[in-house]
């Protein structure tokens, strides 16, 4: 009778791990904050963009993250350091020229269940978001700097995109 007592309790113990689904991998993907209209290739941030980069971490201040991800120009750099400060991550630095489709693919292999921000550009971001969720995602614009964009994959491998404003 002893040894029943312990039986039941492990396999009620994994009866409730079986329910318990595994997480899902979340990325949030912002285009860099307003940069200098300096006509460099590198431009730094503006006032504004420096107060926005503070404001996505102020925003993700709650938001459990694993990564922090972005493009080694300088307004991207800026805009993801305060997240990144605030979570205790070092930014990880990938080429703005790698293909979407094999940048997210590594991005998925890398961080199942976990959740990653993703710092790029207006001419990145929407293609790195269609090849994480393999769904249509509207263009970004020169001027648009405002949308947070956030794909979820759950552990079937389907994918939701969710898209607003920082």
Do not use: W
Not at 104 to 111: G, I, N, P, T, Y
Not at 114 to 123: A, D, K, P
């Amino acid at each position: 009778m002893k040894l029943a007592l312990p039986l039941l309790l492990a396999l009620a113990l994994l009866g409730g791990c079986a329910t318990t689904p595994p997480p899902a991998t979340t990325f949030i993907l912002v285009r860099h904050a307003e940069k200098v209209p300096d006509g460099s290739k590198d431009p730094e941030l503006t006032a504004a963009g420096l107060a926005r980069a503070d404001a996505l971490a102020a925003r993700l201040a709650g938001v459990p993250l694993d990564a922090v991800y972005s493009t080694a120009f300088r307004r991207t750099q800026q805009t993801a350091a305060p997240t990144a400060r605030g979570h205790q991550l070092a930014v990880v630095t990938y080429d703005a020229k790698e293909p979407a489709a094999d940048f997210s693919a590594r991005l998925k292999r890398e961080h199942a269940g976990q959740r990653v921000l993703v710092v790029g550009h207006s001419n990145t971001i929407p293609g790195i978001a269609a090849a994480l969720c393999s769904c249509e995602v509207a263009e970004m614009s020169e001027a648009e700097y405002d949308r947070l964009t956030t794909v979820r994959i759950a552990a079937d491998g389907k994918a939701t995109l969710e898209e607003g404003k920082q």
